[in-house]
């Protein structure tokens, strides 16, 4: 299985800030990486797919990048409800496999 | 509007069965693949099955492999996982997901239920 390694594991930031997380893939994947938020008790939501497509309805300051095996997730002005665990999530093969989570907190 | 329903979590004994549930509305379920995955208490997301959208091929990831079966009835618009010989460790949310490509297996997902929590305990 392809293994994804998502970091940080946790981070604080303030509001404003620029945030950026990063998932790294065992071996190249192209760019079939995708990103989801989830807020506590809450399902998955789908942020960005295919690295760096904005999924439907998501605000613009969330984006993404990369191909291969290195990707990056970034917030350019982080809001409080954005408050969250950040997963990567890889399709390259059919044995699908997300990151580690990087928990989001306010400062 | 897509919903995702999931029903039929609960206590149950290691070693025994459960069968879970996913009803589908809001898009023709019977051209997407279906995903089922769990979360364990406090853990990330593992993905645990898929099923093609016609229920031709299935794929499983290898912690449950010969004892989870992933189904699908089209005509009920309906998503199941049946699962046998739990384990402690089988313990969490399960959530079904819908891919957002039609027509293929490996997939990102658009859609999640709000899962249904399975605990194994004695």
């Known amino acids: 299985d392809i293994q994804m390694t998502q970091s940080p594991s946790s981070l604080s930031a303030s509001v404003g800030d620029r945030v950026t997380i990063t998932c790294q893939a065992s071996q190249a994947i192209s760019d079939y990486l995708n990103w989801y938020q989830q807020k506590p008790g809450k399902a998955p939501k789908l942020l960005i797919y295919?690295?760096?497509s904005l999924a439907s309805g998501v605000p613009s300051r969330f984006s993404g990048s990369g191909s291969g095996t290195d990707f990056t997730f970034t917030i350019s002005s982080l809001q409080p409800e954005d408050i969250a665990t950040y997963y990567c999530q890889q399709y390259d093969n059919l044995f699908l496999t997300f990151g580690g989570g990087t928990k989001v907190e306010i400062e | 509007q897509v919903q995702l329903v999931e029903s039929g979590g609960g206590v149950v004994q290691p070693g025994r069965s459960l069968r879970l549930s996913c009803a589908a509305s809001?898009?023709?379920?019977?051209?997407?693949?279906m995903h089922w995955v769990r979360q364990a208490p406090g853990k990330g997301l593992e993905w645990v099955a898929v099923?093609?959208?016609?229920?031709?091929?299935?794929f499983y990831a290898d912690s449950v492999k010969g004892r989870f079966t992933i189904s699908r009835d089209n005509s009920e618009n309906t998503l199941y996982l049946q699962m046998n010989s739990l384990r402690a460790e089988d313990t969490a949310v399960y959530y079904c997901?819908?891919?957002?490509?039609?027509?293929?297996?490996?997939?990102?997902?658009?859609?999640w239920g709000q899962g249904t929590l399975v605990t194994v305990s004695s």
């Open positions: 809001g898009f023709t379920f019977s051209t997407y693949g």
């Open positions: 997901a819908k891919g957002a490509v039609r027509g293929i297996i490996a997939n990102y997902f658009d859609y």
């Open positions: 099923i093609l959208y016609d229920g031709s091929n299935k």
């Open positions: 295919d690295a760096s």
